[in-house]
């Protein structure tokens, strides 16, 4: 017999619980499905073999804690017990890695609800900035078309009262000039209303002058401003057969407006005047004989 403590002492009910424990069955369903750690555990084969002998293993184990110490026992004891299962471990991680990632859903719900509200706050501040321009830009574009009416308008009435203002004038085109100090009044009545013998007399000039500096054969204009406007008619009127065998013309002394609008149309007149219709360029527009009809509508 072993030397040792006297096993109806402290040790046998320890032996009695360590024998129950590594007697006790095992709980798994499957034969094969053992913990590998449970080293001292009985197993069970897959033909069903019978378990080690209650007995045996009682008598084993007794000699086997009888030379040890309280503490060495305990320590045994503790390291022999039966772990969880796998299962559980992993349903227990599971368990808690669900309830961490409900917990960090709630917080990110919680600053993403806070987030958008802001943003929310930023987008409604940003379209009612958004609208006030519009309606900015709606009435700004509302004045601009009024200015470009106003301008146009503008345009329109300074023309005018500039064509108003040249009502008397005429201009005479490629009369060369005798020297630089000539005397522009007394050439026009000496190469122009000496063609003009029935009001050669009556006519009285107001102002006369070259305008621009001209070219070697190309003479500046000379514009003409007689005291009548009845006189001027009368030289329009004539001057064709008067100063058909001329180097030079006359003209109407027309504002830049006029006369861009005057060319515009020139083909097509010439078109119309070859065709037999008499046409006319009057306050700026291209009209019939007797100024009635408005062939080509108003300026651009």
């Known amino acids: 017999m072993v030397k040792g403590r006297p096993l109806g002492s402290k040790n046998e009910a320890k032996l009695d619980h360590t024998t129950q424990t590594r007697l006790r069955p095992s709980t798994r369903s499957h034969g094969t499905d053992l913990d590998p750690r449970d080293s001292g555990r009985a197993t069970h084969s ?7 002998s209650p007995s045996g293993a009682s008598n084993t184990l007794t000699q ?20 969880a299962s796998w299962r559980d471990a992993f349903d227990a991680f599971k368990t808690s890695l669900c309830k961490e990632l409900e917990k960090g ?24 900035k958004q609208e006030e321009h519009s309606n900015g830009l709606r009435r700004a574009a509302a004045e601009i078309n009024i200015f470009r009416s106003e301008v146009a308008f503008c345009r329109e009435e300074v023309n005018r009262l500039e064509r108003q203002s040249r009502r008397c004038n005429f201009r005479v085109v ?17 190469q122009i209303l000496s063609k003009f013998p029935s009001i050669t007399n009556t006519v009285e000039i ?5 305008e621009g500096r001209g ?36 003209v109407d002394d027309l504002t830049k407006r006029d006369l861009a609008e005057k060319r515009r149309w020139a083909s097509q007149a010439k078109s119309l005047w070859d065709s037999g219709v008499k046409l006319r360029f009057y306050s700026g527009r291209w009209r019939g004989s007797l100024g009635e009809i408005d062939y080509f509508g108003p300026n651009p």
């Open 206 to 210: 107001e102002k006369c002058y070259r």
């Open 215 to 250: 070219q070697p054969n190309k003479p500046a204009h000379i514009v003409v401003r007689v005291a009548s406007h009845e006189h001027k008619v009368d030289i329009m009127k004539q001057r064709r057969n008067a100063l058909k065998d001329c180097p030079f013309f006359i």
């Open 46 to 52: 897959r033909e069903g073999d019978s378990l080690e």
């Open 174 to 190: 490629g009369l060369a000039g005798k020297s630089p100090e000539e005397d522009c009044a007394s050439l026009v009545r000496s």
């Open 64 to 83: 086997l804690v009888a030379g040890l110490s309280d503490s060495e026992l305990d320590s045994r004891m503790a390291s022999n017990a039966e772990p």
């Open 105 to 128: 859903l709630e917080t990110l719900e919680k600053d993403l609800g806070a987030a958008i509200e802001q943003l929310d706050v930023r987008v409604s501040s940003v379209e009612t």
